[in-house]
């Protein structure tokens, strides 16, 4: 791989304009990035002068400037530096600065990966003489470096799938393999593990791999705390009943990860804390904790411990498709991780950045993001759930919420296969509700608008719950349509189980519930 053009073009850019390395946040060059002392000396010392008030270096510059180092001066002369620098500064084209950075920054990641044993014959092809050498060339030209590594790891993903998935004929009749989905519906194996809310369950059939959902609503409503539960609910098999004081077992043991973009790791784990333990979170933040609830905390600790690599948490203050795709990625193929919430998604001056100069339109770059997300959950096979703000015009919406009433338009929801809005009842419906309400004893402060399921047969309904925003647990109470009627659900399906099958669960659960003080 020969990047000696490249290098020549940056260094003698960088002459003419040392301010490009101001620019980090498009440029980030270092000494590693180039492959001979020579050269290493040569950035490192238009650096210095740059940072030193330089604003145009010339070849008498560098040459003072390296004769106080008596091996680097030797090397200059070697290379034959001066008549180098000169060829640098004359036949360096500015303006395309960005096409040899990017080139440079290309070839690096290909020697990068060649060291750890990947081949890249296919990214490029220094022998010209080797068959569709040219076309693979030209192909490398209009790659970028994230577009490299993402092809690696699909390459690898694919040799993975060969060891780790039963390889099925992607073509086939009408009739073969038909009776394996009619034996795949008494197991219920088209659904996914469920989230906290039975009737959401019911609409989604559970958070099922490979499926990309989207929950809105007004600051304030908990959309944060919604996902946290949900993903507390996939991934700790117990939490705290604080009615019959027994830990029971009320969820699955999955490998979560939470991407928050605004809450720091120790809110989301007071969250956790508070979810498991029943115990408000705002005692999590100012203690006094009774004697009870102490032992309750120890209990939450052992649940946490023996399932700590079920939940981790990430702070992705500025996130950019490409950081977040990548990341993803590595944690999903690293670590496991089956489910993945992402909080949430919203413009910022990161992305802004990542596609400045292609003058895309917000609602644009809110689908790129979306579509990141469910082509993520596709590639990958996993959940994915994230969450948007909603528009002023909201809560005047008299009927089903639907993408009108999403901030930054409705282009955000085109790529997810669920879409929800969450709202506050109004006093005028709960007046109508009030019978329905009356039956289960509770009213409930949050309605979750159901205007987009890609497979299922419920959309276009209201589902009524109890979201105690405190503890973190949401019970649903009932469904109606549009018109506040209820939905007869007395021949549907619902779901919210949990798996009693396993003997580690129940020593687990004996030995909490022994250790309580009750």
């Not at 002392?37 to 238009?46: G, P, Q, S, T, V």
């Not at 992705?316 to 990548?326: Q, R, V």
Request: charged share 25%; proline share 3%; with cysteine.
């Amino acid at each position: 791989m020969n990047e000696k053009n490249d290098v020549i073009q940056i260094i003698g850019s960088l002459m003419k304009k040392p301010s490009l390395l101001s620019q980090t946040d498009k440029y980030s060059l270092s000494i590693s990035d180039f492959s001979t002392n020579f050269e290493r000396y040569l950035f490192d010392c238009i650096e210095g002068l740059y940072y030193n008030g330089a604003n145009k270096i010339s070849v008498i510059d560098i040459e003072n400037s390296l004769s106080s180092n008596a091996v680097a001066l030797k090397i200059f002369e070697q290379n034959k530096g001066h008549e180098y620098l000169e060829d640098a500064e004359e036949f360096a084209e500015v303006e395309n600065f960005d096409y040899y950075y990017g080139h440079l920054k290309k070839i690096n990641a290909l020697k990068d990966l060649e060291k750890i044993g990947v081949a890249t014959e296919d990214f490029y092809c220094p022998d010209l003489t080797k068959p569709n050498a040219i076309e693979i060339n030209k192909k490398f030209e209009r790659l970028t470096v994230s577009e490299i590594f993402d092809e690696a790891k699909r390459k690898i993903l694919k040799v993975e799938r060969k060891y780790t998935n039963d390889s099925i004929s992607e073509t086939k009749n009408a009739y073969e393999g038909i009776e394996d989905i009619i034996d795949a519906a008494y197991v219920g194996a088209d659904i996914g593990l469920p989230v906290q809310g039975k009737l959401l369950n019911m609409v989604m059939g559970g958070a099922r791999r490979s499926t990309f959902a989207i929950r809105s609503g007004a600051s304030g409503l908990g959309k944060t705390r919604g996902m946290v539960a949900d993903a507390c609910f996939l991934a700790f098999p117990f939490r705290f009943n604080t009615s019959t004081c027994l830990w029971e077992q009320k969820g699955s043991a999955e490998k979560v990860l939470f991407i928050a973009t605004e809450q720091g790791p120790a809110e989301i784990q007071r969250m956790i804390l508070a979810y498991l333990t029943g115990i408000n979170e705002s005692k999590f933040r100012y203690g006094q904790f009774t004697e009870l609830e102490e032992n309750i905390i120890k209990q939450a600790l052992v649940v946490l411990k023996t399932y700590q690599e079920n939940f981790l948490i990430t702070k992705m203050p500025s996130p950019t498709n490409e950081l977040l795709k990548s990341f993803i990625r590595e944690k999903c193929i690293l670590e496991g991780i089956t489910h993945v919430f992402f909080d949430y998604i919203s413009i910022s001056p990161s992305l802004i950045q990542e596609f400045k100069g292609l003058n895309l339109r917000n609602d644009e770059l809110l689908l790129i993001l979306s579509t990141t997300l469910k082509d993520i959950a596709s590639e990958l096979d996993v959940f994915v759930m994230s969450a948007t703000q909603v528009n002023a015009s909201a809560d005047q919406n008299k009927d089903i919420r639907n993408e009108a009433s999403l901030a930054g338009g409705r282009s955000t929801i085109n790529k997810a296969d669920y879409g929800f809005i969450m709202a506050r009842p109004t006093p005028e419906e709960l007046d109508v509700l009030e019978p329905v309400s009356a039956k289960f004893g509770v009213v409930p402060n949050v309605v979750t608008d159901v205007f987009k399921v890609r497979a299922g047969e419920w959309t276009q309904v209201r589902i009524w719950s109890y979201f105690d925003l405190g503890i973190l647990r949401k019970e649903d109470l009932f469904m109606t349509d549009s018109r506040l009627n209820v939905v007869d659900l007395s021949n549907s399906y619902v779901f919210d189980y949990e798996n009693w099958e396993s003997e580690e669960y129940m020593k687990i659960l004996d030995e909490l519930n022994k250790g309580m003080v009750v």
